[in-house]
């Protein structure tokens, strides 16, 4: 974990309240995995006063050397509303790498991916992580949700890295007009995989966990979660667990991304 000022390289709006923003970083984040989160303040200023947790959406590397990384983000409130007015070389504050990322089982070949809206913020990093592993990516698919076809976002960077995208909107927009969990059932019944990862509102995951554990299959959830300090001192993201001793668990220490059979959902 490093604290330091980091420099705005781009800040992109890519559809309607969406943007994703580089800043510099120090070599420590080389080390970072996918699923793992920064906390994230303005140096001169005072409102918003707490830090922003954002799951870090990809790497920027030059000549295999880390230089910065990506976040994705939604505008929402006072914070990212202050972050989409960032302009490159305007500075900001960062701690991270944070929290523990996805752990990808060595004899997992069949990896199922599920983002709901923003949820989509680490499944970047994710894929080309397992793209590095030499992960066989033909045999992987995301399944992309999002109420309008402007909430379904990095379609592109997904088919670049070379996995397929299933996408499904509410209104029909784009994709498959239903919600992101019936073609994930339909998959797993046709060729069940050997490990799911997903991310995205909490009523998307409790349903995807219901059809993983119905159907057995492993699975990872990547929690959603307002944070104040990112570090355990607040223990303001507690979660309900079936594991843990108070019944509790913290997402910025114990995750954010959980083994799903520990929680309660």
Do not use: W
Request: with cysteine; hydrophobic share 40%; charged share 20%.
């Amino acid at each position: 974990m490093v604290k330091q000022p980091a420099t705005v390289l781009f800040n992109t709006k890519m559809t309607a309240d969406y943007y994703r923003i580089g800043l510099t970083c120090s070599q420590h984040y080389s080390q970072a995995k996918p699923g793992q989160f920064i906390m994230l303040g303005f140096i001169e200023r005072m409102d918003p006063l707490l830090r922003r947790p954002f799951s870090i959406h990809n790497l920027i590397t030059q000549s295999g050397v880390t230089k910065g990384f990506e976040l994705l983000y939604k505008v929402v409130g006072k914070a990212t509303a202050t972050l989409s007015l960032q302009k490159p070389g305007d500075i900001v504050d960062t701690l991270g790498p944070l929290g523990s990322g996805f752990f990808i089982p060595r004899d997992a070949k069949r990896i199922y991916l599920v983002a709901g809206g923003i949820g989509v913020a680490p499944m970047v990093f994710l894929v080309s992580y397992l793209r590095h592993k030499d992960t066989d990516l033909s045999n992987c698919r995301v399944f992309l949700g999002g109420r309008t076809k402007d909430d379904l976002l990095c379609q592109e960077d997904f088919n670049k890295l070379g996995i397929s995208v299933i996408a499904t909107t509410d209104d029909g927009s784009a994709g498959n007009q239903c919600l992101v969990t019936h073609p994930l059932e339909q998959a797993i019944d046709r060729c069940r995989p050997d490990i799911v990862l997903a991310c995205g509102p909490m009523a998307m995951l409790a349903c995807v966990v219901a059809i993983t554990e119905k159907s057995r299959v492993p699975c990872q959830v990547s929690l959603e979660t307002m944070m104040a300090c990112g570090m355990g001192a607040c223990l303001g993201c507690a979660v309900e667990s079936r594991a843990a001793a108070d019944g509790y668990l913290h997402a910025c220490l114990d995750g954010p991304v959980f083994d799903a059979d520990i929680l309660k959902f």
